[in-house]
T-cell receptor, first 114, second 117 residues
Framework: DAGVIQSPRHEVTEMGQEVTLRCKPI?????LFWYRQTMMRGLELLIY????????DSGMPEDRFSAKMPNASFSTLKIQPSEPRDSAVYFC????????????FGQGTRLTVV | AQSVAQPEDQVNVAEGNPLTVKCTYS??????LFWYVQYPNRGLQFLLK??????LVKGSYGFEAEFNKSQTSFHLKKPSALVSDSALYFC???????????????FGKGTKLSVKP
């Protein structure tokens, strides 16, 4: 398996534009997590899914952020409209249902909003 | 609610010396605990985990961690540090609660390890 695949790796966009980040989890994994990492706030959980269903989205900063998982092999995180303070590295991770199994992370998407 | 604390923002160690990166946790029930490492411009990589059994668990790159239930700690250790161990280290706990939060993976804020030659 190629691991968790995120795209794009880097994204530079202007303030006010819509940004869509993509994630392909490892096949067969039941959980999918979206995290955001910044110097100031560290690693924050934004939302996670179990079997394509959002379980906890309390970490989503505001209504400008939305996440979907239309099927077991694909998830998106959308920011509309984007703001400079959204600049961060966004990570996707997936894990099997069994809680004793570790999660696997993608390489991340570095988002810069200018 | 489950939580993880990493009390040190940074740990500095000389190469060849032993290193310890601290982690304490708060859970209801038995914890599933994990350590991850992040090198610059990379994603998080799994190092080791404690599920049950022996309190000393061994992982990748010569790292080990000691689970201490009475102190609710899970400190990461290595007998002899290498310059290449310099990275950001994260402790995490898996939420085994029932209802809305089951399965959640909760991370500490991370500890930057710097190993000098």
């Amino acid at each position: 398996d190629a691991g968790v695949i995120q795209s794009p790796r880097h994204e530079v966009t202007e303030m006010g534009q819509e940004v869509t980040l993509r994630c392909k989890p490892i096949s067969g994994h039941d959980y999918l997590f979206w995290y955001r990492q910044t110097m100031m706030r560290g690693l924050e959980l934004l939302i996670y899914f179990n079997n394509n269903v959002p379980i906890d989205d309390s970490g989503m900063p505001e209504d400008r952020f939305s996440a979907k998982m239309p099927n077991a092999s694909f998830s998106t995180l959308k920011i509309q409209p984007s703001e400079p303070r959204d600049s961060a590295v966004y990570f996707c991770a997936s894990s099997p249902y069994e809680a004793r199994t570790e999660a696997f992370f993608g390489q991340g998407t570095r988002l810069t909003v200018v | 609610a489950q939580s993880v604390a990493q009390p040190e923002d940074q740990v500095n160690v000389a190469e060849g010396n032993p290193l310890t990166v601290k982690c304490t946790y708060s859970v209801s029930g038995n914890p599933y605990l994990f350590w991850y490492v992040q090198y610059p411009n990379r994603g998080l990589q799994f190092l080791l985990k404690y599920i049950t059994g022996d309190n000393l668990v061994k992982g990748s790159y010569g790292f080990e961690a000691e689970f201490n239930k009475s102190q609710t700690s899970f400190h990461l250790k290595k007998p002899s540090a290498l310059v290449s161990d310099s990275a950001l280290y994260f402790c995490a706990v898996r939420d085994l609660g029932y209802g809305g939060s089951q399965g959640n993976l909760i991370f500490g804020k991370g500890t930057k390890l710097s190993v000098k030659p």
